[in-house]
């Protein structure tokens, strides 16, 4: 690790001018990718602004018909939330489901939606379930705020303070591991709100998590893992790297929701 | 004597309050007064030479005592690292070894190679001093596929083919002749994949120089600190022995990568005195799987000739092993006389013939790995065996059971000669526990729910409690492997045991010292093993091959002897009696027909105070030594069954049961001996369904971190039915097989022998991934669908 200024801003206002002030600044949270890449000296920022001191930015609450959780909430308590487990369950058990318990511990929905890696799980549930990324500049549409490997809509200077999830009738998420890290090879969230069907799908795009068409088409029109038979996911654009092709994970993708259909459908 | 503590008994380990208090000791955690720390700048790439390489601007980094290279070595007259087992070609010409300096000398080979070290105060200070070095590298080819090797560029200028010998073993006419009569020959393609051990604790090392005694001492995490002072003091010639210390204190884990002599400890050691400072180095999780000593990499193809009832003729093997870049310490014998002896498998086969060739790659070095050689000629036997079974429509466990050797000794085509076994046993004991019979309705079940249900064998043998030292030195090793024990009795009846074998996990402290207790009839809390420091045990082998029982434990055994003729010897004097007249029993030196007796600690006390005997007739004092140079090697053996079931939509292999039936001899401790058992299993689980090492075309390591080298964690493992058979080893006073490696062994063939009975084919590769066996799936698909 290489010699950095450290700021434990006590708001989002002050991080966020920190930000601007510190030229290859760089936002801490939960520190669970920045921290390590650090370590191996691949990444020197100048300065990590903390958020972990800032007020106002973590815990849960169910407002109206959505969820929201603040950004800087740690994975362990989405996944023991009695909010999220009543009215979300997947999202619950998505959360429960990243890396291990010191992970959980420390990575936060806010860091793993902005590093947006490739392979993440909270990715696929944003999407899948359309919610809205809140800022400290503005609100941004799921479909709008991903964009490519590690890139995301996020401006210089913007931080973002919560997440609002929509409550959908059903929803479910299956992920099948890369058998090393662990990390999704290919991860399935499906969420049904009244007719609209989405299908989310993370750890197998070369340019990170995208909604399978040719999933959504055939569930629109019944939501039952049934309506997936001889669906073919195509394998362009798909990563391939030592532990799975692109066809492989193409193939996965129709059989990952499936299962996820019909754990949806189980509740 | 308490049964509790006895032999047999499942004592509870001595050592793990320590461990699990983090009361241990290892190398990381011992710190020298104004000890200093070296960082290792790592060649990037996987074969260059160096240009020119400068370090003028790391030297005077902050904190930086000294930057040294492969020219310092040089000028100092600091000898390379050695391979200590010579093995000659074919045409009896000796292997062709290259040099392998403890720092570059113009050519880097591998990635991770030792280019230049830096010594600063702070481990920071040296990392940053290191990014000053400038090193104009001249990039070469990378060799990294063993079938290309012979034309690629020249790794070694003494090996313009990249190969280090062409050996082999057996009898290759008798061989020919046995195939010429063959009704069928069943072939098999195989590659062993390559393995990193990741030990839990990494390698580390302390070197430090006492300039007012000229006393180097090593802290190191090593499995044999003796051999170590040896290597460093005869071979690399740092200081002659008496002026080289080397201690191996607490070490966690080894799996045989810490038994090699690495530059890391030879640079620090030697460095220690350059630069008037302790210098300290402990690798970090990335330098671990760049450097350590790697495991397996062969490639081979094998034939077996069978007769018209499907009795095995002949088999024939071609072998090709990945040595890497350079000849780690004992590598050259770890595809050779390690492997090829051990290709008769549990059968009686007239005639074998083997051909290996070591082949130098731009990778790690690659040695001994848990089981070294014996798990790559049993994954050959077991899966031939079993495609042969297949092929001639018998049944796999009918197959081995028509093919067993029945009588012993058996002398094997290739060197070995089995002193006892019983293999029927094993096989029938495991056919049971794995309900065996009702398998069909099990495979019924688990096709209405879509999956493929498969049963892999595997009747492993392998050779132990290495070894009777003439016989190795006849076949090219550079050392004797016999063990060393001392038995220091104090006066008050307590006991030291001094061994020349090295627990890293093993358990030896509670093992040995319930061999000891029970023998002298003393509380096993008045035994304490002492090990792993040079300037206490005079001389040892160290702990490898599964050794410390079968040698280890009868050289103790021959020392407790000694001591209790001495102690007869005391007690004739003490009790005023004929020493023919005294006997030893249950702790008690007693009168034969009277009721006059001493205990062990009486006894021990007549012995120092020497009041009721002439120090010129018998000496005071009970201490005894001994060394215990095998008659053979032992041949621990046993039947693993592994049950699976695969998800064909994924590929995911669920083991469902798995059953080990192992027969190691007579056991001191059954939980120890079980604990290995289980660790080795998911050593074997691991190379079969998860392990494997990848370089790239580059040569770079891709699998250089646990994102991508999948290391077997609990979720991946089934619960374990282990039952065990007995047939003593004939040729060691303890009847000790060794227990150490038969699950790493035993378990590869099972798995993959298993998923091709899943799937319906041969062509499985390991590590069998969901993704590989998703592939074999299609490809059965396709095969059924042809049909």
Known sequence: ?267 | MSAKTGVGAPVLRKEDFRFITGKGQYTDDINRQDQAHAYFLRSPHAHATIKKLDISAAKSAPGVLGVLTGDDLAADKIGGLICGWMIHNKDGSPMKAGAHPALAQGKVRYVGDHVAVVIADTYAQAKDAAEKIVVDYQVLPAVVDMNKAKSSAAIHDVAPDNVVYDWHLGDKAATDAAFSKAKHVTKIDLVNNRLIPNAMEPRAAIGDFDAGTGVYTLYTTSQNPHVARLVLSAFVGIAPEHKLRVIAPDVGGGFGSKIFIYAEETVCVWASKKVGRPVKWTADRTEAFLSDAHGRDHISHAELALDDKGKILGLRVQTKANLGAYLSTFSSCVPTYLYAPLLSGQYDIPAIYVEVEGIYTTTAPVDAYRGAGRPEATFLVERIIEKAARETGTDPATFRRKNFIKSFPHQTPVIMAYDTGNYTASLDLALEMADYKNFAKRKKDSAKNGKLRGIGFSAYIEACGIAPSAAVGSLGAGVGLWESAEIRVNPVGTVEVLTGSHSHGQGHETTFAQLVADRLGIDIDSVAVVHGDTDKVQFGMGTYGSRSGAVGMSAIVKAVDKVIAKGKKVAAYALEAAEKDIQFKDGRFSVAGTDKSLAFGEVALQAYIAHKFNGQDLEPGLKEGAFYDPTNFTFPSGVHICEVEIDPDTGTTDIVKWTAVDDFGNVINPMIVEGQVHGGIAQGVGQALLEGAHYNADGQLVTASYMDYTMPRADDLPSFDIGMTNTPCTTNPLGIKGCGEAGAIAAPPAVINAITDAVGHEDVPMPATPYAVWQACQKGARKLAAE
Do not use: W
Request: aromatic letters at 6%; hydrophobic letters at 45%; proline letters at 4%.
């Open chain 1, 1 to 267: 690790m290489y010699a950095f200024n450290y700021h434990a801003p006590k708001t989002v206002r002050q991080a966020a001018t920190l930000l601007a002030k510190n030229e290859d600044g760089k936002v801490l949270a939960g520190g669970q990718t920045l921290l390590p890449t650090m370590k191996q000296r691949l990444a020197s920022p100048s300065a990590l602004i903390d958020l972990n001191h800032a007020e106002g930015m973590s815990g849960i609450e169910q407002k109206g018909r959505n969820i929201v959780i603040g950004a800087m909430t740690r994975h362990a308590d989405v996944a023991t939330s009695a909010v999220v487990k009543n009215a979300l369950p997947a999202l619950a058990a998505l959360a429960g489901g990243i890396g291990d318990p010191a992970v959980r511990n420390r990575g936060t929905i806010g860091g793993s939606i902005a590093n947006n890696d490739p392979a993440a799980d909270y990715p696929s549930a944003v999407l899948a379930l359309g919610a809205t990324i809140v800022t400290n500049k503005r609100k941004i549409a799921a479909d709008d705020f991903f964009q490519g490997m590690f890139a995301t809509a996020l401006e210089e200077g913007e931080i973002i303070v919560k997440v609002s999830f929509p409550i959908p009738s059903k929803a479910a998420y299956e992920k099948f591991p890369n058998p090393a890290s662990r990390y999704a090879l290919v991860g399935v969230f499906v969420a049904k709100k009244g007719a609209d069907v989405r299908v989310a799908v993370t750890g197998a795009g070369s340019n990170g998590v995208f909604r399978s068409k040719e999933c959504e088409a055939a569930l629109a029109a019944r939501f039952n893992a049934k309506s997936l038979d001889g669906v073919k996911v195509s394998a362009s654009g798909l990563n391939a790297d030592m532990h799975a092709s692109a066809d492989y994970r193409a193939h996965l993708i129709p059989v990952m929701a499936k299962r996820a259909v019909d754990k949806a459908l189980a509740k």
